[in-house]
C-alpha cells in the first residue's frame, strides 16, 4: 500500500505490524513519504527498509546525514547485537546496500544491531516500542540471512501465522474470482506462459463455461511456440481457447518504432483492441483475466504506486489504454513468480511447461534493438532458437531463470569465406534470478558459449558477431529494452 493510503483502508486489513519500504527518495526531499501519523506510536511493530528505516529515525528524533557519497551494491555487516532480528545469524553477514544518505545519530531508545565499514548503523532496534530498522535491502537474493531477517519480524515479532500453501492461495482466488465477477462471462489472454495459463486454469475453475480463452498469436513469439501452446490449452488443461492471427496488425502499429517504451504501450494496446474485437465476436464479456504478477505491478509504478520509480512499463500493466471495455480480472496481482510456479504444480499444470523460462509480453519486440520488422524478426527467432536448444542440451537450463538472444542494430565487419561481411551483433543473455526483481548474469561454461556462437554465426543469415552479456540487474534489466 502506498505510505498516504486512508487509514480506514489500513484498518480493514487488521495488520499483525508495518514494513516500511525503501524508496528512492532523501528524507530531506520536498514531497518524500512522511511517516503516517499512526505510526509513530503504533500497537503493532514496525519495520523500516532503507527509506523506511531513514524515516524512523529522522522523524523520531534522531539524525539523517545528507548523502555524502551513495554506499551502493554488495557489503559487509557485523552484528553487535544479536537478541532479536539477527537471533542465531552469522556475526557477520554480506549484505545488499542501496542508500545515499544514512543514519548519524539514532533516536532516544534506539540501540544498533549491526555495523558496517560505512555506518555504525547498518540495523536499529527499540524492542520497547518494537520499533525496528534495517539499512541494507534483507528482501533481495544478494542479502545473506535476508529472508531468515524477514522471517524472524513476520513470525516472531508480529506473530503471524505462516499459512501460505497453493491450496489456500487456489482456493482464495478462485473464490475471489467468482466473488468479482458473478454471473459474468470472462475473457482470458494467454500467452503461453506460465502465469496466463495459471490465471486462465484458475478462472476456468471459478466460472467454467462462462470462460473463453483468446491466444493472440502477435508475430513476436518465439519458434515453435505457437503450435506448443495451443496444443497445451487445448489437449492437457482442455481449455476452450481461440487463436488470433494478429501479426500483420501488430506489425503494422509497430512500423519504424524505435523507442522501448512506445512499443510497450503499442502492444499492450493493440493487445486489448485484438480482445475487443474477439470480445465483440464471441461476446459480451464483462471482463479480462490476466496473469499480472506483482513484480509487474511493482516496476511498472502504475496507479497507487506513484513513488515507486518508474523502470518499465510491463504490457499489461502500465502499457494499459486509458479506455477500457473490461474490468480487469488478475488473479496472481499479489504473487511472485516462484509462487506461481507452485499454484501451478498444484494446479496439475505439466512440469516442463511450470518451469518455462519466463517470456516478456512484448514478446522479441524488446529483444530487438531498433524497428522490430520481419526480417529482425526471423533473424532473432531462428539465433533465439538455438541459444534454448544448445543451453537445453547442455542442462543447463536448470540454473537459469532465462536465456535468450537479443538481435542489436550494431553491424561490425567479420570475414566469412574469403569474403568480407558486414552484418549485425546477436547478444546473448542467461541469467539466474528468484523472483525477476534483480538477477545475476550466469557463468555459462565457456565450451557452451562457444557452440552457441559457432552455430549462430553458421546458420543465422546476417549475424557475423556474437557476443555475451555479463551484467547483473542491477545495474542493468533482464531484458535489453
Ligand atoms: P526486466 O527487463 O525488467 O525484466 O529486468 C524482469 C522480468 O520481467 C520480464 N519482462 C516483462 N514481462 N511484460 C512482461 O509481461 C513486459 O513488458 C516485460 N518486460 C520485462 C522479463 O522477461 C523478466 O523476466
Not at 175 to 191: F, I, Q
Not at 345 to 367: D, S, T
Amino acid at each position: 500500500l502506498p505510505h498516504d493510503a486512508p487509514r480506514a483502508e489500513i484498518e480493514r486489513l487488521s495488520p499483525r505490524g508495518f514494513i516500511l519500504s525503501g524508496g528512492p527518495s532523501s528524507v530531506y526531499d520536498a514531497g518524500a513519504p512522511s511517516l503516517p501519523p499512526y505510526l509513530r506510536a503504533p500497537s503493532v511493530p514496525v519495520l523500516g527498509v532503507c527509506y523506511g528505516m531513514q524515516l524512523l529515525a529522522h522523524e523520531l528524533g534522531g539524525v539523517v546525514r545528507p548523502a555524502g557519497r551513495r554506499e551502493y551494491g554488495p557489503a559487509t555487516i557485523s552484528v553487535c547485537d544479536d537478541s532479536n532480528l539477527f537471533r542465531a545469524l552469522p556475526s557477520s553477514l554480506n549484505v545488499w546496500m542501496s542508500h545515499g544518505d544514512s543514519i548519524e545519530q539514532l533516536p532516544a531508545g534506539f540501540t544498533a544491531l549491526a555495523q558496517s565499514p560505512n555506518t555504525p548503523f547498518a540495523a536499529m532496534s527499540d524492542p520497547a516500542r518494537r520499533f525496528y530498522g534495517v539499512q541494507f535491502h534483507p528482501e533481495v537474493t544478494h542479502t545473506e540471512h535476508g529472508l531468515d531477517i524477514l522471517r524472524r519480524f513476520v513470525l516472531e515479532v508480529c506473530q503471524c501465522a505462516p499459512d501460505w500453501s497453493p491450496e489456500n492461495i487456489i482456493q482464495e482466488s478462485v473464490a475471489l474470482v467468482r466473488a468479482l465477477v458473478g454471473d459474468g462471462r470472462v475473457l482470458c489472454a494467454l500467452s503461453g506462459g506460465v502465469d496466463s495459463a495459471v490465471t486462465a486454469t484458475l478462472a476456468a475453475h471459478a466460472v467454467g463455461e462462462r470462460l473463453t480463452c483468446v491466444f493472440v498469436d502477435h508475430g513476436l513469439l518465439r519458434a515453435g511456440e505457437a503450435d506448443e501452446a495451443m496444443a497445451l490449452f487445448t489437449n492437457h488443461l482442455d481449455l476452450n481457447v481461440v487463436r488470433v492471427n494478429a501479426a500483420e496488425r501488430f506489425l503494422a502499429r509497430l512500423d519504424g518504432v524505435v523507442e522501448p517504451e512506445r512499443k510497450r504501450k503499442i502492444i499492450g494496446e493493440e493487445f486489448i483492441r485484438v480482445f475487443e474485437d474477439e470480445a465483440a465476436r464471441r461476446g459480451p464479456f464483462a471482463f479480462l483475466a490476466q496473469g499480472t504478477l506483482y513484480p509487474d505491478v511493482i516496476e511498472s509504478a502504475g496507479p497507487g504506486k506513484k513513488d515507486a520509480a518508474r523502470i518499465k512499463s510491463h504490457h499489461n500493466v502500465g502499457g494499459l489504454p486509458e479506455r477500457m471495455d473490461f474490468k480487469l480480472v488478475e488473479p496472481l496481482k499479489r504473487l511472485f513468480k516462484d509462487e506461481v510456479r507452485a499454484i501451478g504444480r498444484a494446479l496439475g499444470l505439466p512440469e516442463r511447461w511450470v518451469n518455462r523460462q519466463p517470456f516478456p509480453g512484448p514478446g522479441l519486440a524488446v529483444r530487438i534493438i531498433g524497428p522490430v520488422t520481419r526480417a529482425a524478426l526471423d533473424t532473432l527467432r531462428a539465433a533465439d532458437a538455438i541459444v534454448r536448444a544448445e543451453v537445453e542440451a547442455a542442462g543447463a537450463e536448470r540454473a537459469l531463470w532465462q536465456y535468450f538472444a537479443v538481435l542489436t542494430p550494431v553491424q561490425t565487419v567479420g570475414v566469412m569465406g574469403d569474403h568480407r561481411t558486414y552484418a549485425n551483433l546477436i547478444a546473448v543473455r542467461a541469467v539466474t534470478s528468484e523472483d525477476g526483481m534483480t538477477a545475476q548474469w550466469a557463468a555459462l561454461p565457456h565450451d557452451l558459449l562457444g557452440r552457441i556462437s559457432a552455430r549462430i554465426v553458421n546458420e543465422v543469415p546476417g549475424v557475423n558477431r556474437v557476443v555475451y552479456d555479463i551484467t547483473s540487474k542491477p545495474p542493468s534489466t533482464i531484458e535489453w529494452e
